[in-house]
């Protein structure tokens, strides 16, 4: 089925203006190809290196361009708990690449920091530069030009988006996703945000709220609600980069080593030297990125990727904007309710019907573009699946049901949740902003109150213990932009406005920060560009400024007469304290380089 006329009116439109970008993109790439026949052009020394602890077999093969080499690129660590399970991937790999008659080599290794770690400490201001640093690692591993095709082992925050720009730089390598899993259910989110509401009034102490972070984060996998993490893997699922229905499945299980098995062997079926050669950087493209956003909008994924989107999609020459991300909004259903969008977790998701019987659904009404190439093959209809263990321990696929095993959690297309998608744009004098809006209120996406300015999280928290935040109002959290502090995520907040808003004051929050997947029910205008730092008028506000927020009609304004608005100097912060300690020092240089939030919060610059 085709797609629809609006969606593929946007799609034509990005197309159309890819377009110069997206020709020298793939000049390049098909120069890649023809040049560098991998491992024909290195010289004996050059092999030699490359091969010396393989076996005298493999050197051989590897020698004389025989068999496919895999290049693995990992995120392993064993201190976070979406990384840990990637320990025994590589010996899995391997395996299953001398079973397949290839051969598997890991490439190399790339930082994976986990923002629930830092969310609040200094390590959190270096976040969205690790996706940039995670590219340029992963491309240090594959320069060595060694490899066919390569399998990239990463699941969390900005690990995805930077292997996601790595693959597209090496657009010429066929590429894998090979994902970890989530963790199995644990604290039901909703009870663990309970708690954190107590501590933070006083009413439970640290014992008791360690004890409820730990029932929750509990094992390994990810975390089981919806942000970044999880929506990466539906990303590259409904993006094909993953095989089909391989995004959520457990770690540790039988069918999630026979999914890391298949994978290893499609991606050595689809090198240059078989006979379905499909190349990443010509795989993925304008087709592709908005499947990307259209999955997006219909689970009400994380708000971080309004930027990486951006920024993963210029690594292939291809060109989108927020305006194209907030039309398609406008043209996509919400389907999913998972925490914090309702209270279900992403393992009740997964067997309510999951991303196949989400895949199915937009197909059948459109919404999705059914003719687009993925790692396993022609189309995307072969995602609308179940993958199931098979009695010889292979995977096996089902049609996806044509019933959700549950209504509340993931819906037909015919009884969508709400019409639009559950992400937003705004504009308006203040500039540009994103909002998530699949877990606000319908009755609490317009608010007009006087702003409460802070140029930090902890202001803002300091006061709510001072008691100060009182009546409704606007928080305005300003310099957390990209170059002011690397742009962190303000996750302390959420339980903050949270408590206040639970006691019947009607408020908001509006910043040059981020929030992530994990922004919650308090309506939360992020990504504000441009940013306070670059004398965005964010830094024009007064404590006391009327400031309308209104998710329905996409727009941010504070209603300050225009002339006096603009005659406003704009505010200063100091900032040195964000400049040292805990790696900030090395990090200089990407907060004189980085772009703003709307064009990707990227130090390699736009499509």
Aim: hydrophobic fraction near 40%; include cysteine.
């Amino acid at each position: 089925m085709t797609a629809r006329r609006d969606i593929e009116a946007i799609t034509e439109r990005i197309r159309q203006r890819s377009k110069p970008g997206r020709e020298r993109y793939l000049g390049r790439i098909a120069e890649a190809s023809n040049r560098t026949a991998n491992r024909a052009v290195l010289s004996c020394g050059n092999l030699a290196h490359g091969f010396a602890v393989c076996s005298p077999s493999e050197k051989v093969a590897l020698g004389g361009d025989q068999v496919p080499n895999l290049g693995i690129i990992t995120s392993y660590n064993d201190m976070l708990s979406a990384h840990q399970p990637f320990e025994t991937f590589p010996a899995l790999i391997k395996e299953a690449a001398r079973e397949a008659g290839g051969i598997a080599q890991v490439a190399g290794g790339v930082p994976a920091m986990c923002d629930g770690v830092t969310q609040g400490q200094p390590g959190m201001e270096l976040s969205l530069f690790s996706r940039d640093v995670i590219a340029m690692a992963a491309a240090v591993g594959l320069s060595h030009n060694m490899f066919d095709a390569a399998v990239y082992l990463g699941v969390c925050d900005k690990i995805v988006p930077g292997l996601v720009i790595a693959a597209l730089t090496f657009g010429h390598l066929p590429a894998v996703f090979v994902p970890a899993g989530p963790m199995t259910t644990g604290l039901p989110n909703d009870e663990k945000a309970k708690v954190r509401q107590l501590y933070a009034e006083g009413k439970a102490g640290r014992a008791e709220l360690l004890e409820a972070e730990s029932k929750s984060y509990h094992g390994p996998g990810t975390c089981t609600f919806y942000g970044t993490a999880n929506s990466n893997q539906m990303l590259m699922e409904i993006m094909g980069l993953h095989t089909p229905g391989a995004s959520f499945v457990n770690p540790g299980t039988p069918l999630r080593d026979a999914l890391t098995r298949e994978a290893t062997k499609r991606a050595l079926a689809i090198t240059a030297l078989g006979n379905a050669y499909t190349p990443v950087g010509r795989m993925i493209d304008e087709r592709s990125i908005v499947n990307g956003v259209v999955g997006l909008h219909a689970t009400g994924g994380s708000t971080n990727h309004t930027i990486h989107l951006i920024a993963m999609a210029a690594a292939a020459g291809i060109a989108i904007t927020w305006q194209d991300i907030s039309d398609l909004s406008e043209a996509v259903p919400l389907l999913a309710r998972v925490y914090p969008n309702g209270l279900a977790d992403v393992n009740h998701f997964h067997a309510a019907g999951g991303l196949g019987f989400l895949i199915r659904e937009l197909l059948d009404e459109g919404i999705l573009h059914e003719d687009v190439q993925t790692v396993w093959g022609d189309g995307l209809r072969p995602y609308a699946v179940e993958a199931r263990l098979g009695e010889d321990g292979s995977v096996v696929r089902e049609a996806s049901p044509l019933d959700s095993g549950d209504e509340k959690v993931l819906a037909p297309f015919a009884k969508a949740f709400q019409p639009t998608g559950g992400l937003k744009v705004l504009s308006g004098n203040l500039g540009h902003a994103v909002i998530k809006t699949s877990a606000v209120k319908p009755e609490r996406r317009v608010i007009e109150a006087p702003a409460k300015v802070f140029d930090s999280q902890q202001g803002l928290n300091e006061a709510f213990k001072a008691g100060t935040l009182t009546g409704d109002f606007i928080a305005v959290i300003r310099f957390q932009g990209p170059k002011a502090n690397g742009m962190p995520e303000l996750h302390k907040l959420t339980t903050v406005l949270g408590i206040l808003q639970d006691r019947g004051q009607r408020v908001a929050l509006v910043t040059d920060g981020r929030m992530s997947g994990a922004s919650g029910k308090v309506p939360a205008a992020i990504h504000v560009t441009p940013e306070a730092v670059e004398d965005g008028p964010i830094a024009r506000i007064h404590e006391g400024d009327i400031i309308r927020l209104d998710a329905d009609a996409g727009t941010l304004e504070v209603l300050v007469p225009g002339t006096e608005f603009a005659l406003r100097r704009t505010a200063d912060a100091d900032l040195i304290g964000n400049e040292f300690g805990f790696g900030r020092e090395l990090f200089a240089g990407f907060r004189q380089l980085v772009g703003r939030a709307d064009h990707g919060a990227s130090a390699f610059g736009t499509a």
